[in-house]
């Protein structure tokens, strides 16, 4: 099975790549980053277009077609629905959230910008976001720092952060199970 994902991922990478150096060449890194963001959260939020993606019983033409008419609807054009469609006709849609993921992290590294993932049990004041921004900078070396933020109240408490390869967790939730196995172990 991690062969297979492994598989999947250089696979995807080089798509990637291969679509970051086109949009570089035409100026349209920023342009092409939305259009992928939009068709991402299409995926994400439609049942039916998820099934599109993944489901090998569509043929590519199936895909293809599908895909154009989706695109025209959300609005996608030029390089990115070029590049979409090109991957439909190779059958190999199924990996595009990857693609997507790999291009999106490229952008960011290009713009020497660092994505952090925050949830929280409450949304943050404006205060407490930038003086979280603030930390994060000052912990990537000074990388400007993207947040993405999910509040999720069942964490009770406190923040839970994912930078990069590390996670920090100081929910109040972690807290309490962590104090829970103790007195396990205990009694």
Same mark, same amino acid.
Do not use: C, H, W
């Given at each position: ?14 798509? &990637?790549? +291969?679509?970051?150096? =086109? ?25 039916? =277009? ?14 293809? *077609?599908? $895909? ?10 030029? =390089?990115? +629905?070029?590049?979409? $469609? ?5 059958? !190999?849609?199924?990996?595009?959230? /990857? ?9 960011? &590294?290009? !713009?020497?910008?660092? *994505? ?14 930038? +003086? ?6 000052? &912990? ?29 967790? +100081?929910?109040? !939730? /972690?807290?309490?199970?962590?104090? !829970?196995? *103790? ?5």
């Amino acid at each position: 099975m991690a062969d297979a994902e492994n598989i999947v991922s250089g696979m995807a990478g080089r798509y &990637a790549s +291969a679509l970051f150096s =086109l949009a570089k060449d035409s100026r349209s890194i920023d342009k092409v980053a939305a259009d992928l963001r939009a068709f991402d959260a299409l995926i994400a939020d439609n049942a039916d =277009l998820q099934l599109l993606v993944r489901s090998p019983a569509f043929s590519a033409e199936d895909q293809t *077609r599908a $895909l154009k008419a989706v695109l025209g609807r959300a609005g996608v054009s030029g =390089l990115t +629905a070029n590049f979409l $469609l090109l991957v439909a006709s190779k059958r !190999r849609l199924f990996a595009v959230r /990857t693609m997507i993921r790999d291009y999106l992290a490229l952008d960011d &590294a290009d !713009r020497g910008v660092s *994505r952090a993932q925050v949830t929280v049990a409450e949304p943050l004041s404006g205060d407490q976001l930038a +003086a979280l921004k603030a930390s994060l900078a000052e &912990a990537t070396g000074g990388k400007s720092v993207e947040v993405d933020m999910k509040v999720d109240p069942e964490i009770i408490g406190g923040i839970v952060v994912r930078l990069g390869s590390r996670m920090v967790d +100081a929910s109040i !939730r /972690t807290k309490l199970n962590s104090i !829970r196995t *103790r007195m396990k172990e205990v009694g």
